[in-house]
Nanobody, 125 residues
Framework: EVQLQASGGGLVQPGGSLRLSCVVS????????IGWFRQAPGKERERVSC????????DYVDSVKGRFTISSDSAKNTVYLQMNSLKPEDTAAYYC??????????????????WGQGTQVTVSS
């Protein structure tokens, strides 16, 4: 069974940066697309970014393009989300999740089979 462990959240001022990490275990790393989702209070969970390391494919929601970068290290079975120029509206619980759908074609949370626990990101002065 695939297990995911997310970490790296925290409190940061607007304009600051954070790097989230998601360690994937229990399966071959390249067999899954790994997505980062976020959910703010009262809002639906949305996919922020995704990477299919085996096919060198990435995707971003429009609101984070140019500010967030997703990457992976297969030797460490870890996916990273580098978040720069953070805004208060980025405040949310962030989750990593895995899907067998390739090329990051799974956009909704219902298409992801395995989830890590959330890590809170708070952007505030």
């Amino acid at each position: 069974e695939v297990q995911l462990q997310a970490s790296g959240g925290g409190l940061v001022q607007p304009g600051g940066s954070l790097r989230l990490s998601c360690v994937v275990s229990g399966s071959t790393f390249d067999d899954y697309s790994i997505g980062w989702f976020r959910q703010a209070p009262g809002k639906e969970r949305e996919r922020v970014s995704c990477i299919d390391s085996g096919r060198d494919s990435t995707d971003y929601v429009d609101s984070v393009k140019g500010r967030f970068t997703i990457s992976s290290d297969s030797a460490k079975n870890t996916v990273y989300l580098q978040m720069n120029s953070l805004k208060p509206e980025d405040t949310a619980a962030y989750y990593c999740a895995a899907t067998v759908l390739s090329f990051c074609t799974g956009y909704g949370p219902e298409e992801y089979d395995y989830w890590g626990q959330g890590t809170q990101v708070t952007v505030s002065s």
